[in-house]
């Protein structure tokens, strides 16, 4: 008997009764109703999810998802791919600013390689789930297959489970990919029916030339593709191996109970398409930042997020969800170790 695709499956609900609870003890911490502001939010939130009375995100799982894009033949990136399978080994040798991250975290980080189209110097330390040499140019042609989509999402799925085995109780995921923030812009664009330039910026530092070329490129893409905005239709004509991983990690993860702390761009345009393939994730997602990427802001506004910082970045590779972690531990803390009104013999009005 055919069993539905995980994607299309029913995720789980956080539990009402520990948010309710957690509400609960709000109200009685030393401190003026809602004056931790977004802590308290996010503390209530993390026990609903994590159906706990005590949260904590101590055990964070990084999987940053690497893959290039045969857009990037067109101009579309201030670096040249082979920037991809460079970073892929940075990221492996422990030299990118995720990988540094991960260490002050005591995260575990994964790097997993979906279609990196240059040899890898040194391939230890990453994951193989290798896809293809890259997308198909999205301009001319779908970016993949339904065949690759697949194998993609399942992929992401993969590092949700294998973060479940090590007790995760939080997931983060990054992306690697000279090119990706075209797909991800032309993506959010057909998805959310949003004009190219609201969403469209420099990337990886394009100049005003730059950026008006990759805009038309991201025209062009979206006029070859047309009005089909079925969410697996679109991940395939539209997306990156790493951005599809992504949106199955996100989902993966949720169906394992394990809250997503969402980074930038990238990631965000990838939790679009998750909660349009399963609309019930988003009860699953935090998000970390609002990025310095032109189109982050538009999208975090039509997906009704509130990021955690706002602080200018616009790397990517999860590290802006990563540097947002303390703030979700403080949260934790807080809620879990503050005295109430009665334990602290304090008056509450």
């Not at 230890?124 to 194998?151: C, F, H, S, Y």
């Not at 047309?226 to 951005?243: C, H, K, Q």
Request: proline share 5%; with cysteine; charged share 15%.
């Amino acid at each position: 008997m055919m069993t539905d695709p995980f994607w299309q499956l029913p995720l789980p609900q956080p539990s009402r009764a520990h948010y309710d609870r957690a509400l609960a003890r709000q109200q009685q911490l030393t401190k003026p109703p809602g004056s931790l502001g977004q802590l308290e939010a996010l503390a209530c939130h993390l026990c609903a999810q994590q159906h706990r009375d005590r949260p904590a995100v101590n055990r964070v799982h990084v999987a940053v998802f690497a893959a290039d894009h045969g857009i990037a033949a067109d101009g579309v990136s201030a670096f040249p791919q082979e920037v991809t399978a460079q970073m892929v080994a940075n990221f492996a040798a422990g030299g990118a600013a995720i990988s540094v991250l991960a260490r002050q975290l005591g995260a575990s980080l994964e790097v997993v390689n979906l279609g990196v189209a240059h040899p890898l110097p040194d391939d230890r330390g990453v994951t193989d789930e290798w896809i293809a040499a890259g997308t198909g140019n999205l301009m001319k042609e779908p970016a993949m297959t339904a065949e690759q989509l697949e194998q993609a999402l399942e992929a992401g799925d993969r590092s949700a489970a294998r973060a479940s085995e090590a007790g995760a109780e939080l997931f983060i995921g990054g992306d690697m990919g000279i090119g990706n923030t075209t797909s991800a812009s032309a993506l959010a664009s057909l998805l959310l029916g949003a004009r190219v330039e609201e969403l469209v910026g420099p990337g990886t530092g394009l100049d005003e030339v730059g950026v008006a070329r990759k805009a038309r490129r991201i025209r062009a893409a979206l006029q070859r593709h047309g009005s089909d905005t079925d969410p697996f239709n679109a991940l395939a004509s539209l997306g990156g191996f790493e951005i599809a991983a992504l949106a199955g990690a996100m989902i993966g993860a949720a169906h394992r109970g394990i809250p997503v702390l969402v980074d930038g761009f990238i990631v965000t345009a990838a939790a679009l398409a998750a909660t349009h393939l399963s609309p019930n994730l988003m009860a699953w997602l935090h998000f970390s930042h609002q990025s310095r990427e032109t189109g982050h802001r538009y999208l975090l506004s039509a997906m009704g997020a509130t990021p955690v910082l706002d602080l200018d970045m616009r790397l990517g590779e999860g590290s802006g969800a990563a540097v947002a972690v303390p703030v979700l531990r403080s949260a934790c803390a807080l809620h879990n170790e503050m005295a109430t009104f009665t334990e602290a013999g304090v008056s509450d009005g």
